[in-house]
Antibody, heavy 117, light 106 residues
Framework: EVQLVESGGGLVQPGRSMKLSCAAS????????MAWVRQAPTKGLEWVAT????????YYRDSVKGRFTISRDNAKSTLYLQMNSLRSEDTATYYC??????????WGQGVMVTVSS | DIQMTQSPPVLSASVGDRVTLSCKAS??????LDWYQQKHGEAPKLLIY???NLQTGIPSRFSGSGSGTDYTLTISSLQPEDVATYYC????????FGGGTKLELK
């Protein structure tokens, strides 16, 4: 059974950093691209970043370029999102998702990040 | 960047109704479009991929169609468990979700 379990969220002050993790199991992690999708409270879904199966290619939405870094450790079957210079508008539930044929079939349960002083 | 506009934002319908949700892209996305269902408090679920392909395990009352810039998700006979917000998502150029259509029971 495919499982994606996010961790690392919580309350953080504006301008500070936070690192999210997503532990994957039930599939060969190194065969799949992965992505982060977020959802601000009462708002819609928003793609954040994607990483290729081997980590060689990364893509970001404009609003997080230069502040967020997506990475992966295939030996640990874990996806990461390093978030620096956090802003109030980054407050959201962050979902880890597996990329298949460009679609997101498997999702984690989400982890909440609140940016507030 | 490609913009995705969903209409209507909110749709009220009765059990058994045929329901149509629309999604319009700001440019041709070559059928590179998915539909996701998100129930309250849950992660999204893939319903339809590449415009008209039903994801495994999804009831056949869901179907998708479209081309170019205009796409549609149809529920042939609305069921109570279909109450959710539905999002279209393009991956033709970059990756963009629509703003969502909230489907309610009348």
């Amino acid at each position: 059974e495919v499982q994606l379990v996010e961790s690392g969220g919580g309350l953080v002050q504006p301008g500070r950093s936070m690192k999210l993790s997503c532990a994957a199991s039930g599939f060969t992690f190194s065969n799949y691209g992965m992505a982060w999708v977020r959802q601000a409270p009462t708002k819609g879904l928003e793609w954040v970043a994607t990483i290729s199966y081997d980590g060689s290619s990364t893509y970001y939405r404009d609003s997080v370029k230069g502040r967020f870094t997506i990475s992966r450790d295939n030996a640990k079957s874990t996806l990461y999102l390093q978030m620096n210079s956090l802003r109030s508008e980054d407050t959201a539930t962050y979902y880890c998702t597996r990329v298949g044929r460009s679609s997101y079939i498997y999702w984690g349960q989400g982890v909440m990040v609140t940016v507030s002083s | 960047d490609i913009q995705m506009t969903q209409s209507p934002p909110v749709l009220s319908a009765s059990v058994g109704d045929r329901v149509t949700l629309s999604c319009k892209a700001s440019q041709n996305i070559n059928k590179n479009l998915d539909w996701y269902q998100q129930k309250h408090g849950e992660a999204p679920k893939l319903l339809i991929y590449y415009t008209n392909n039903l994801q495994t395990g999804i009831p056949s009352r869901f179907s998708g169609s479209g081309s170019g810039t205009d796409y549609t998700l149809t529920i042939s006979s609305l069921q109570p468990e279909d109450v959710a917000t539905y999002y279209c998502y393009q991956y033709n150029s970059g990756w963009t979700f629509g703003g969502g259509t909230k489907l309610e029971l009348k």
